[in-house]
């Protein structure tokens, strides 16, 4: 136990220790369930990180859209922003993106795919503006009205892919195929992996940098500690802050949109996201809402996304597993980080000790 | 719109308002005591699977007590995460939606086979009150319904009763407000948090078996389509009282009847703009001050 707790006193042990305590509830839940583990797991390998395809085109693939987004989570989380609207502000950013990318066909690359990226950033901060305002102005809980936003933005996805923007022969809900020139390159030879990857960890060094190193991430940080800290650290308005916080997640968010559509789909369609604003969240918290943590994070989640494919299709696992996995790798960390917190306030205090 | 559609649009709204209406008082309920459970989705879908598994083995209301026990289970692991270990509740929610959602899943594949073949369970039917059922227009609507929609009939103003007039309800709503001066007073917040959220989940299986068990007779994966999430927007719209919740989610029912209808009759109208209306209504609502002061202080906030 003394080693246990004293593992993950460290941030990234804690991690660890989360995710190896969500693998054993896992491992239990597959054998409750009557399915072979061992076939289970060789699946899940297989479907990950076993070969060049499925590490390429399926696990960095799946993981592009869960690191931006995740990043997106982790910036609001950071300032003490609880945006849990990034699911509708993804969607919105796809939506802007498509309309963008269709309405500049036949522009040359190096001008439309940065226009369309342009557009998702936009749309989504958009989107996650209204939260803002409505926080800022009149004090609306940000948990509700991005929840409620969600909603919205997904009604209006597909009032987009049944009415203006739907297909000319009007047969699908979904929007006409973004040209050539509008597309993300692919990055790998042979392989499905876009730009939108590169993208995604430059964004998180970009945001490692941006916390650790200016001012802005230096305030971001101490509005997030609460209002005590904030007033301690002198001058910091902490409202105007929170603000750009929330902005730049949901431009962040609505990037993930514009890459997903971009990179992947090269449409729009009611079910162009599977929950990427929510899987986010666990991605983040996993990662301590460290940014370089989210990249690693979200590769993992990517993993299990590709792997859980493969169990599904090797070992008969039904796909609605993966969210039982990121369900208990949440739970996992909540336990870990309470147990943390108690072994600090038993543990002797140590002069000159900066343990929290 | 002639009397009869008029008719058919307010039973149709009914209909969909009765599971609603379960969740959202269990979740006002809930966060009366100063807890946001936004994993209520979770044991709406889990009552949802638990109906069918004991309606298969038994009648609808063994089935309506196995959607509550599981509802119950769900919100076990919610409190325990929320109230003994203070965990964020937000996150927690969030994880309990997906583990809820996940497991039902993958049950419903590993016990009924993987093709998704049509499970039917027995169903409770509407039975129409004598005279009062006959009452033009509102009639079919008020008084030609399940059993479940009558409950209600009795719950919501026995829940307003017991807010208001109990010295239980009151601590319930002392600990929502002020868990500290709770405290003083000789309340254990922990223990009126850990019951509410017990009632919240029984209410939102009762939800979940009610899709089942009034309306679809059978169990879809991720059937609870988000009633979760509403249920929380039905709160805020009710501004947090046991009858402005009732009528919130009629207001809720009513717009997912409208789209129904828009659809049938189909009017030039897009059909997503009922399907948005009642979100947008509860965005402008929260805007103004009085929604706003209704709010429990304490809600969402950890214990000390």
């Known amino acids: 136990m003394t080693f246990f707790t004293r593992a993950v006193r460290s941030?990234?042990?804690?991690?660890?220790?989360?995710?190896?305590?969500?693998?054993?509830?896992?491992?239990?839940?597959?054998?409750?369930?009557?399915?072979d583990v061992s076939r289970a797991a060789a699946a899940l390998w297989d479907g990950s990180f076993g070969s060049a395809y499925s590490f390429f085109s399926g696990t960095l693939q799946r993981a592009t859209p869960l690191i931006i987004v995740g990043l997106a989570v982790a910036v609001a989380f950071k300032a003490g922003v609880l945006n849990i609207g990034a699911e509708g502000q993804l969607l919105s950013g796809a939506a802007a993106t498509i309309t963008a990318g269709l309405a500049m066909s036949g522009w040359p690359a190096w001008l439309s795919i940065p226009l369309e990226l342009l557009a998702g950033m936009v749309a989504g901060a958009v989107w996650a503006g209204i939260a803002a305002v409505l926080k800022r102005r009149f004090g609306v809980l940000e948990v509700i009205s991005t929840l409620m936003l969600n909603f919205v933005a997904l009604f209006g996805v597909s009032y987009l892919v049944h009415g203006p923007l739907q297909?000319?022969?009007?047969?699908?809900?979904?929007?006409?195929?973004?040209?050539?020139?509008?597309?993300?390159?692919?990055?790998?030879?042979?392989?499905?992996?876009?730009?939108?990857?590169?993208?995604?960890?430059?964004?998180?060094?970009?945001?490692?940098?941006?916390?650790?190193?200016?001012?802005?991430?230096?305030?971001?940080?101490?509005?997030?500690?609460?209002?005590?800290?904030?007033?301690?650290?002198?001058?910091?308005?902490?409202?105007?802050?929170?603000?750009?916080?929330?902005l730049a997640s949901g431009a962040i968010a609505g990037l993930g949109g514009a890459v997903q559509v971009t990179g992947v789909t090269y449409k729009l369609y009611e079910l162009i996201s599977p929950g990427y604003g929510y899987t986010a969240i666990a991605v983040a918290l996993l990662a301590r809402l460290s940014p370089f943590g989210v990249i690693i994070a979200g590769v993992f989640f990517g993993g299990l996304e590709a792997g859980g494919a493969g169990m599904q299709r090797d070992a008969g696992v039904p796909a609605g597993f993966v969210?039982?996995?990121?369900?208990?790798?949440i739970l996992g960390v909540l336990a870990v980080d309470r147990a943390r917190t108690l072994a600090a306030e038993r543990a002797p205090r140590v002069m000159g000790e900066t343990e929290v | 719109m002639s009397g009869g559609a008029t008719a058919a649009f307010l039973e149709s709204g009914m209909r969909f308002a009765t599971p609603l209406a379960y969740a959202a008082l269990g979740e006002l309920v809930v966060e009366r005591a100063g807890v946001i459970n936004i994993g209520l989705e979770g044991a709406i879908i889990g009552g949802a699977f638990g109906a069918l598994v004991f309606a298969g083995a038994g009648s609808v209301a063994l089935g309506f007590v196995g959607a509550a026990a599981a509802g119950t289970l769900v919100a076990t692991l919610f409190a325990f995460f929320v109230v003994t270990l203070r965990t964020d509740q937000i996150i927690t929610g969030t994880a309990l939606s997906?583990?809820?959602?996940?497991?039902?899943?993958?049950?419903?594949?590993?016990?009924?086979?993987?093709?998704?073949?049509?499970?039917?369970?027995?169903?409770?039917?509407?039975?129409?009150?004598?005279?009062?059922?006959?009452?033009?227009?509102?009639?079919?609507?008020?008084?030609?319904?399940?059993?479940?929609?009558y409950a209600l009939y009795a719950i919501v103003p026995l829940l307003a009763c017991w807010f208001y007039r109990s010295s239980a309800g009151l601590a319930l709503r002392a600990v929502g407000e002020h868990p500290e001066a709770a405290l003083g007073a000789g309340i254990s917040p922990a223990r009126v948090q850990w019951a509410a959220i017990l009632f919240g989940g029984a209410m939102g299986g009762i939800a979940?078996?009610?899709?089942?068990?009034?309306?679809?007779?059978?169990?879809a994966e991720g059937m609870s389509a988000g009633?979760?999430?509403?249920?929380?927007?039905?709160?805020?719209?009710?501004?947090?009282?046991?009858?402005?919740?009732?009528?919130?989610?009629?207001?809720?029912?009513?717009?997912?009847?409208?789209?129904?209808?828009?659809?049938?009759?189909?009017?030039?109208?897009?059909?997503?703009?009922?399907?948005?209306f009642p979100y947008l209504l509860t965005l402008v609502l929260l805007a103004t001050a009085r929604a706003r002061t209704a709010a429990p202080s304490a809600l969402g906030k950890r214990l000390p």
């Open chain 1, 11 to 35: 941030q990234a042990g804690a991690s660890a220790a989360a995710a190896l305590l969500a693998i054993v509830a896992v491992t239990f839940v597959v054998m409750a369930a009557g399915y």
């Open chain 1, 167 to 246: 297909e000319p022969t009007h047969t699908y809900p979904e929007t006409l195929r973004l040209a050539a020139s509008a597309r993300l390159p692919l990055v790998v030879p042979g392989q499905q992996l876009h730009l939108g990857f590169v993208l995604a960890i430059a964004l998180g060094v970009a945001a490692h940098w941006y916390i650790r190193s200016t001012a802005g991430g230096f305030r971001l940080r101490v509005a997030g500690e609460g209002p005590l800290a904030a007033a301690s650290a002198g001058r910091v308005k902490v409202d105007q802050v929170l603000f750009g916080a929330f």
């Open chain 1, 323 to 329: 969210y039982v996995i990121e369900a208990l790798v």
């Open chain 2, 98 to 149: 997906m583990l809820g959602l996940g497991l039902t899943g993958t049950l419903y594949r590993t016990i009924y086979g993987s093709s998704g073949a049509s499970l039917h369970t027995p169903t409770i039917s509407p039975v129409a009150v004598p005279v009062l059922s006959a009452i033009p227009i509102v009639g079919p609507a008020l008084f030609d319904q399940p059993v479940v929609t």
């Open chain 2, 208 to 219: 979940g078996g009610t899709l089942v068990l009034a309306q679809v007779g059978t169990f």
């Open chain 2, 227 to 276: 009633r979760g999430f509403i249920a929380i927007a039905i709160v805020v719209l009710g501004r947090w009282s046991p009858l402005g919740v009732a009528v919130a989610a009629v207001v809720f029912g009513a717009a997912s009847a409208l789209q129904t209808l828009a659809q049938a009759t189909g009017w030039s109208m897009p059909y997503q703009l009922p399907l948005a």
